[in-house]
Structures are given as C-alpha cells and as structure tokens.
C-alpha cells in the first residue's frame, strides 16, 4: 500500500497535478535524449549522452517517488513557524526526494559543463565536492525543528551555493576559453542557465511553506518542477542541440604542414 | 615518439568496459531505488526518518559517484602493440 499523500492515482489533486507533470516532462526529456544520441559512436560525445539521459531520468523517479508519497515526510517545527505550519498543526510537508535527486541530479550537471568546458578532473571533483555540501545543508536547513537552525543551515546553503557559481563562472570559464566558437557559446548559454535558476533554489525556499510561507505547497511545487524542467531538460536541450556535441566539427582538422606531409 | 609507435596509435580502437557498463547499470539502479526505499527500509528496521535517511543519502551520492566513474571510464583506448 502507498503512504498516503494529496495525489493518488485514481484522483490527482493538490501538488500531485505538479509532481504528475514533472514525472512526464522529465520522462519525454529522457525519451528525447534517448533518441538524438540513438546511433551515436564517437566514445566522447556518447559521455555527454549517457550523463544528460541520466539527469531527467533519474529526477522522473524522484517526482514519482514524491507523486505516490514514497519521498515525502513531515517535520514538526511548532505552529508559531510560519502560516502554513500554523494551519497544519505545526508540522510541515517536506518532500526529501528532492533532495536525493539534487543529489545525484546537480552533480552529473556540472560534470557535463565540465567536460564540455575542458576543465581538469580536480575542479570537476573540487565543484561536485562544494555542491554536494550546498545540497546537504539545504537538506539541514529543511529537515531542523527550530527556525533559528533552520535559517542559519538556509544561509550556509546559500553561501556555499554563492561560490560554487563564482568558481563555476570563474575557473570553467577560464578553461572554456580554449574551445572553438560554437562549444564556447553553448558553455556560455549554459553556464549563464545555472548561474539564473540555481539562484532561483534558495529564494523559493525562503518564501515557500519551508521558509517564511509566502506561497503555499501547491504553487511552491509548480515553481519547483518548473526549475527543475527548466534547469534538468532545458540544460539537455541546450547542450545536445550543439553542433560541438551532435556536429562533425569538433573533428581536428589538419594543419596544412599536416596535410602536406600527406 | 618512433614511427611504429604512430602506427600503433593511429591504430588504436575504443572498446567498451564491461566493468563500467556493469558499474553504470547497478549505480543507476541504487541511485533510483534509493528514492522510493526509505518507507519500507523505517518499516523493515524499525528505523526513525533520520536513522533512515542520512544513510541513504549517502547511498544516493555513492550512486552519483558510480555513474561519474562509470562514464568517465566507458571507453579504453586499445592499440595493436
């Protein structure tokens, strides 16, 4: 039997309409990858096929996971918390899934931009390092009973968040001035994508029902499935519509004291 | 770098790694199971969220990095020596 939760399969209602949409959108994002990298050979650009699949696909189990209850809990914060806390006795709905997928979902970003920027294996490893500490405090700061933990564990996210985008911007910037022009715009568009909608997390906590509880649990998971399509699917699409990934220009061509050795 | 050794590149073939196909497919798996276990791993054990959860997160990254290694290693350069 299913833990129980605003959406069933019978009937979705609440939230559950937003986590059903999210499960679909990310499905025919994984479905859409699946088929543009169908065929594909060359063993370089398969790695960035197989890394921007997984991202959708591993974030449809999550909005699953959330739509059918398995990845939400309850966290008693005491009524005085915010106004959606108040009218729920004083515990809030979190869902963790989110979470887990952020988890697993940020990092297989930031080794695709990685690795279409050039960068080395140790800012790779040094940026997933500083995102996985961001998404854990996040968790810290949504999981904690008192307000005051609650903000502070808010504020060492962001903080953590602030300057995994500053060395994003900064040293795989660096490392993607070596590239030809198309994969250097795409880098662009793509670093310029998570630098807005990762800014985008931490204000929709804050004014969500885990925050201050501006908006309430219906539009606070619209918002965040529309993130997370935005930043997961529309990430893909950028990334595999670019002729330095799906082209036959990345292909070296000979120097012409190469070609005349030929 | 002698000439043979050019021949030798040149001739060079990627081959996939089985270990990581492996590798891929059970991180994946662990990755996407992980998000729908916690319910019955606090009914199985008798576990509180907490107890239950920080473990699996951890499982959840573990999975991340399994993939990451997975990928990165897909393909091995084989040359004919």
């Known amino acids: 039997m299913f833990p129980t939760q605003a959406g069933t399969l019978g009937g979705v209602e609440g939230e559950g309409v937003w986590l059903a949409l999210g499960t679909v959108l990310m499905l025919i994002g994984m479905v859409v990858f699946i088929a543009k990298g169908w065929g594909v050979d060359d063993p370089q650009k398969k790695e960035f096929y197989i890394i921007t699949i997984l991202i959708p696909g591993i ?204 | 770098m002698s000439r043979n050794d050019d021949d030798n590149d040149d001739l060079a073939v990627y081959e996939l790694n089985t270990r990581s196909v492996v590798g891929l497919v059970v991180s994946v798996a662990v990755g996407v199971v992980g998000l729908f276990a916690l319910p019955a791993l606090q009914r199985g054990f008798g576990l509180s969220f907490q107890e239950a959860f920080w473990p699996l997160l951890a499982v959840e990254f573990l999975a991340f990095v399994g993939v990451a290694v997975s990928v990165l290693r897909l393909h091995e350069k084989r040359s004919f020596d």
Request: net charge negative; charged share 15%; proline share 2%.
């Open chain 1, 59 to 262: 974030a449809a189990a999550s909005y699953l996971s959330m739509f059918f209850g398995f990845g939400l809990t309850e966290v008693p914060v005491g009524e005085a918390y915010n106004t959606y806390a108040a009218e729920n006795g004083g515990t809030l709905e979190v869902y963790w899934a989110r979470y887990a997928d952020w988890l697993f979902t940020t990092p297989l970003l930031l080794l695709d931009i990685g690795l279409l920027a050039g960068a080395s294996n140790r800012d790779i490893g040094a940026l997933v390092g500083l995102d996985a500490f961001m998404i854990v405090t996040g968790l810290g700061a949504t999981l904690m009973r008192s307000g005051v933990a609650r903000y502070a564990f808010w504020t060492i996210s962001t903080i953590a968040m602030v300057l995994l985008l500053y060395f994003l911007f900064a040293v795989f910037s660096e490392a993607a001035s070596d590239l030809n022009e198309d994969a250097k715009g795409t880098f662009n568009v793509l670093r310029n994508l998570i630098l807005v909608t990762w800014t985008l997390y931490p204000i929709l906590w804050l004014i969500g029902t885990e925050g201050a509880g501006v908006v309430g649990l219906y539009v606070e998971t619209l918002l965040f499935m529309v993130l997370d399509v935005t930043a997961k699917v529309g990430f893909g699409f950028i990334l595999l519509s670019s002729r330095s990934i799906v082209g036959d220009d990345s292909v070296p061509t000979p120097s012409e004291e190469e070609a005349a050795a030929d």
